[in-house]
C-alpha cells in the first residue's frame, strides 16, 4: 500500500536585496550622535591649542590632533548618511505615493 500525502503550496521565497535596511537605519541612528561628539572633541582640541580651555585628554599620539578629530567626525556622518539612504530606499511602506516626508 503506497500512502501519498500532497501539501497545497506555500508562499514563494525569495530572495530580498535588502533584507538588512532595519540594521542599517540602527545602525545610522547610532553615528550620528557618534560624529557629534567627534566634533565636540575636535572643537576641545582646537580650544585648548588657543589655551581656552584646560589640556586636553589625549596629549599625544594621532588623536591628539584637532583635524583627524574633524576628518573621523566627517567619515562618521558621511556613513550615517550612506546608511539612511540605503535604509530608506525602495521603502513604499513608508511613503505610499512616493511623497517625500518634511
Do not use: E
Request: hydrophobic share 50%.
Amino acid at each position: 500500500m503506497v500512502l501519498r500525502i500532497r501539501f497545497g503550496r506555500g508562499p514563494n521565497i525569495g530572495v530580498k536585496r535588502r533584507k538588512n535596511r532595519r540594521i542599517a537605519l540602527a545602525i545610522a541612528s547610532l553615528l550620528t550622535p557618534a560624529a557629534f561628539a567627534a566634533s565636540v572633541l575636535a572643537l576641545w582640541r582646537l580650544a585648548a591649542d588657543m589655551s581656552w580651555t584646560g589640556s586636553f585628554a589625549i596629549s599625544s599620539g594621532i588623536f591628539s590632533h584637532w583635524q583627524v578629530w574633524i576628518g573621523v567626525a566627517a567619515v562618521l556622518q558621511l556613513l550615517a548618511h550612506t546608511l539612511n539612504k540605503y535604509g530608506k530606499s525602495g521603502d513604499s511602506r513608508l511613503h505610499p505615493q512616493g511623497q517625500k516626508s518634511i
